[in-house]
């Protein structure tokens, strides 16, 4: 019989490993995967990062006039109940235009008692989702199914949720899903990066 504790890490180790396994599919599903095998000629390839399939999204900053240099890295900052973050937060004044950091289409518009006003955007391959949450309101006219270009504005900054109040800013995510009419699962992956280069 296992103890409390040896319960608590048999489950981390679980999930730990469904983690790699779900990272691993992901990869190949994105057609970028490289096993490291010899070549030909004998030489071994290079692995890539576990994230490195995503590094051909070409993102913009979703929050105008916000810079790149301007970003911080705060992925992996703790919240509450123990929770890790999973995002950036973009501060802005109240009111600033939120915009589609990619092409893609709104799929889901909710009001969450964490996130507040939100939304979540399938990438054009259908392999992403992007979430945008805390705002103050959407931009007039978004709705579920509509299609977005890059730079569209769709909502605006707010504290909405558990923001706090007067805490504007953007909170930023990106899932890689194996399936997206399960918008809300996936494997989390830092924007940082993504949006600095």
């Given at each position: 019989m296992l103890s409390a504790r040896g319960r608590v890490f048999l489950t981390l180790l679980i999930g730990i490993a469904l983690l790699v396994v779900i990272v691993a599919f992901l990869?190949?599903?994105s057609g970028h995967?490289?096993?490291t095998t010899p070549s030909p000629a004998g030489a071994t390839s290079n692995p890539e990062s576990p994230i490195g399939f995503v590094v051909t999204l070409k993102l913009i900053?979703?929050?105008a006039g916000v810079q790149r240099n301007q970003l911080l890295d705060t992925f992996a900052d703790s919240r509450s109940e123990g929770r890790v973050h999973d995002a950036i937060d973009i501060p802005a004044a109240q009111g600033t235009?939120?915009?589609?950091a990619a092409d893609g289409q709104i799929i889901k518009l909710f009001q969450s008692?964490?996130?507040g006003t939100t939304i979540y955007q399938l990438?054009?391959?259908k392999k992403f989702i992007f979430y945008y949450a805390?705002?103050?309101?959407y931009a007039d006219g978004l709705s579920e199914g509509k299609s977005v270009r890059q730079g569209e504005v769709i909502g605006y900054v707010g504290d909405s949720g558990n923001a706090?109040?007067?805490n504007y800013h953007l909170h930023f995510s990106i899932a890689a899903v194996s399936d997206p009419r399960r918008y809300w699962e996936g494997v989390n992956i830092n924007p940082y990066p993504l949006l600095k280069n």
């Open positions: 990869q190949r599903q995967y490289r096993p900053v979703p929050v235009p939120v915009v589609a008692e964490l996130g990438s054009t391959d805390h705002l103050q309101r706090g109040l007067g």
